[in-house]
């Protein structure tokens, strides 16, 4: 049976690395916010094409994961399992485009696989940027700097509740698989003929544990309206690593890191 109650805890874990105290944490969400979409801006305008211009983007995310005393496990257990859904879209990629690319020894690479390995590390970029930006500021904050920076009301009250059903979602299902694990002894997995039934068991509890916890914030005052939690100003540090981090971006999408590099080492040795 698949033991999903360990995920359920890992995806927990993210609120408890947001309460860290360090340096990146200290920094003010709508910096780190702006960063963010500015790298992930950057990383989707690399062509399709291009592979080892993306690798020296690798340095932000390694020195937030670095300085904000992020496991590496943590985050490459989450990205490893949204793996499957790139390597879906991409791998069509090598089957439908035989163009030559380039050689490595007797091997001859074609453009499909190039831009399938494009397309993977691109992912890897844009997703650990945003497991990164989650466990170093929360989704409260995240929420809170978002109504300062006048994104619509709606929209984040819908983002706070969307991911916070994730967890009611997760813990019913985990109770279900549990359940059933406990009335079939014989059974190492989940049958095919059980997911129709039990996905339909799973919606109607989720809807009835959202409406006891809806019914929950009303008797706790709930108008309508979530209340975030507030943070300080932004200082000259917080602008100081958006400028950085973004000239760097720019830098590293202009001209191509590696090759200027290689270019150099060759020329003095």
Same mark, same amino acid.
């Given at each position: 049976m698949i033991n999903l109650h360990s995920r359920w805890m890992d995806l927990r874990r993210l609120d408890e690395l947001a309460a860290n105290d360090t340096e990146i944490h200290r920094l003010n969400p709508c910096t780190k916010i702006v960063t963010t979409a500015i790298f992930l801006i950057v990383v989707a305008s690399f062509s399709k094409y291009e592979l080892i211009s993306l690798f020296p983007l690798f340095l932000y995310p390694l020195t937030l994961m670095n300085r904000a005393a992020l496991p590496f496990s943590v985050i490459a257990k989450r990205v490893f399992a949204t793996m499957p859904f790139v390597l879906f879209i991409g791998i069509f990629n090598p089957l439908l485009d035989h163009t030559p690319g380039f050689q490595v020894g007797?091997?001859? @690479?074609?453009?499909?696989?190039? #831009?399938?390995?494009?397309?993977? =590390?691109?992912?890897?970029?844009?997703?650990?940027?945003? $497991?990164?930006?989650?466990?170093?500021?929360?989704?409260? &904050?995240?929420?809170?700097?978002?109504?300062?920076?006048?994104?619509? &009301?709606?929209?984040v009250i819908q983002l706070?509740?969307?991911?916070?059903? $994730?967890?009611?979602? =997760?813990?019913e299902l985990s109770r279900t698989l549990l359940a059933y694990s406990l009335r079939s002894f014989n059974e190492t997995g989940l049958p095919f003929r059980v997911w129709g039934?039990?996905?339909?068991?799973?919606?109607? /509890?989720?809807?009835? /544990?959202?409406?006891?916890?809806?019914?929950?914030?009303?008797?706790?005052?709930? #108008?309508?309206?979530?209340?975030?939690?507030?943070?300080?100003?932004?200082? &000259? &540090?917080?602008?100081?690593?958006? =400028?950085?981090?973004?000239?760097?971006?720019?830098?590293? /999408?202009?001209?191509? @890191?590696?090759?200027?590099?290689?270019?150099?080492? @060759?020329?003095r040795y």
């Open positions: 007797p091997f001859l @690479i074609s453009n499909g696989w190039i #831009s399938f390995f494009s397309i993977l =590390l691109r992912f890897i970029l844009a997703v650990t940027s945003a $497991l990164i930006l989650v466990a170093t500021t929360g989704m409260d &904050k995240i929420g809170s700097a978002l109504l300062r920076m006048h994104v619509p &009301k709606m929209f706070m509740f969307m991911y916070r059903y $994730l967890y009611v979602l =997760l813990d039934p039990m996905l339909g068991q799973l919606l109607l /509890r989720t809807i009835d /544990r959202a409406q006891r916890i809806y019914q929950a914030m009303l008797c706790r005052g709930f #108008s309508g309206e979530v209340r975030l939690l507030r943070y300080n100003a932004l200082a &000259k &540090k917080d602008i100081a690593y958006c =400028l950085g981090w973004s000239a760097f971006f720019l830098a590293a /999408r202009i001209y191509n @890191i590696p090759q200027w590099l290689g270019a150099l080492l @060759i020329g």
